[in-house]
């Protein structure tokens, strides 16, 4: 009882899942200190480690997951917050340098395979490599996605610009769900997780391409979920308001991305935090856990409220005092 009320007196509110475990355990062998537990509890906890199960403090141990654009933007800030988390984490991408450098700075934990998402060969050779690596999948994550040059009309758009914004955001999608159901299936368990966007739910904040490419994501992730549940399989999607800075998406320098990104701020609904791709990846994170682990066909808006807010109106009446 002494050592749980020392626990308790560290903090109040983020211990609680702990309490609750050592209240349940009598005794469980140690193991290294998880950095989320230095972070949460600090060293004044440390000497009750030995009765606490690392299971109780990650979310993902054990667990493979693949994130498509996994080497920047949400995709990298996304497989930090997994490792964290005690996953095996493969990165696919194209961005070889920027992947193998994120693979090298976690370890054997985490790997990249080069990977063009709308190129079936190429998506089929991840899921096999991951499988032949790993012997399982738990996550695929489908993450990756670009973006048009400019918010172009319809009557100066082409037939290529929409069939490059396609190809990557929704075709992509759709071969990481076909291949990754081919194995889950038969584990009779598994997580798809597609990246959507707000563009979807609202319109004019895209080009044409893009929110029809993250509609259809959007479209595919329900379906899915409908056709996959009976083989115990979830798929949700997460669909971020306006991720600026370290997305990799569009070409700014750095005096510009800041300028945009406080611009996208002004015109948001919730003040006092600017939007980060962390901020998504924790989304994703909860999606795939456990904790989750009854929800499934979700669009998880990550937008501030912008999307049940009509900030035209809103104006036009004035702001409360």
Same mark, same amino acid.
């Given at each position: 009882?002494?050592?749980?009320?020392?626990?308790?007196?560290?903090?109040?509110?983020?211990?609680?899942?702990?309490?609750?475990?050592?209240?349940?355990?009598?005794?469980?062998?140690?193991?290294?200190?998880?950095?989320?537990?230095?972070?949460?509890?600090?060293?004044?906890?440390?000497?009750?480690?030995?009765? *606490? %199960?690392?299971?109780?403090? $990650?979310?993902?141990?054990?667990?493979?997951? &693949?994130?498509?654009? #996994?080497?920047?933007? /949400?995709?990298?800030?996304?497989?930090?917050?997994?490792?964290?988390?005690?996953?095996?984490?493969?990165?696919?991408?194209?961005?070889?340098?920027?992947?193998?450098?994120?693979?090298?700075?976690?370890?054997?934990?985490?790997?990249?395979?080069?990977?063009? *998402? %709308?190129?079936?060969?190429? $998506?089929?050779?991840?899921?096999?490599?991951? &499988?032949?690596?790993? #012997?399982?999948?738990? /996550?695929?994550?489908?993450?990756?996605?670009?973006?048009?040059?400019?918010?172009?009309?319809?009557?100066?758009?082409?037939?290529?610009?929409?069939?490059?914004?396609?190809?990557?955001?929704?075709?992509?999608?759709?071969?990481?769900?076909?291949?990754?159901?081919?194995?889950?299936?038969?584990?009779?368990?598994?997580?798809?997780?597609?990246?959507?966007?707000?563009?979807?739910?609202?319109?004019?904040?895209?080009?044409?391409?893009?929110?029809?490419?993250?509609?259809?994501?959007?479209?595919?992730?329900?379906?899915?979920?409908?056709?996959?549940?009976?083989?115990?399989?979830?798929?949700?999607?997460?669909?971020?308001?306006?991720?600026?800075?370290?997305?990799?998406?569009?070409?700014?320098?750095?005096?510009?991305?800041?300028?945009?990104?406080?611009?996208?701020?002004?015109?948001?609904?919730?003040?006092?935090?600017?939007?980060?791709?962390?901020?998504?990846?924790?989304?994703?994170?909860?999606?795939?856990?456990?904790?989750?682990?009854?929800?499934?066909?979700?669009?998880?808006?990550?937008?501030?409220?912008?999307?049940?807010?009509?900030?035209?109106?809103?104006?036009?009446?004035?702001?409360?005092?």
């Amino acid at each position: 009882m002494a050592s749980l009320e020392r626990v308790w007196r560290v903090s109040s509110v983020g211990l609680t899942r702990l309490v609750l475990a050592l209240a349940r355990v009598t005794r469980v062998e140690s193991g290294s200190h998880s950095p989320i537990f230095r972070r949460r509890v600090g060293a004044r906890a440390s000497s009750v480690w030995p009765l *606490v %199960s690392t299971a109780f403090l $990650v979310w993902l141990e054990g667990k493979v997951a &693949i994130i498509t654009g #996994g080497a920047s933007g /949400i995709g990298a800030s996304t497989v930090h917050l997994f490792h964290e988390h005690g996953a095996n984490v493969v990165i696919a991408d194209v961005q070889d340098n920027l992947g193998q450098a994120i693979a090298e700075k976690y370890g054997e934990k985490v790997s990249y395979i080069h990977c063009d *998402v %709308s190129n079936e060969d190429d $998506v089929c050779n991840l899921i096999d490599t991951t &499988i032949a690596k790993h #012997g399982q999948l738990d /996550i695929m994550y489908s993450n990756a996605g670009i973006v048009d040059s400019s918010y172009m009309r319809i009557l100066d758009s082409t037939k290529t610009d929409i069939e490059r914004v396609l190809g990557v955001n929704l075709v992509g999608a759709f071969l990481g769900a076909k291949h990754a159901a081919r194995v889950m299936i038969p584990q009779r368990k598994g997580c798809i997780l597609f990246t959507s966007s707000a563009s979807a739910s609202i319109a004019g904040l895209s080009s044409h391409a893009y929110a029809a490419s993250k509609s259809g994501v959007l479209g595919l992730a329900r379906n899915l979920a409908a056709e996959l549940g009976q083989y115990g399989i979830r798929v949700n999607c997460v669909s971020p308001y306006a991720v600026v800075i370290g997305t990799g998406m569009v070409p700014l320098s750095a005096e510009e991305a800041a300028k945009t990104e406080m611009a996208v701020n002004e015109i948001g609904n919730l003040k006092g935090h600017i939007l980060k791709a962390i901020d998504v990846a924790k989304a994703a994170l909860y999606l795939v856990s456990e904790d989750a682990n009854y929800i499934s066909g979700l669009n998880l808006l990550v937008d501030g409220g912008y999307s049940v807010v009509n900030p035209s109106m809103r104006n036009f009446l004035g702001s409360p005092p």
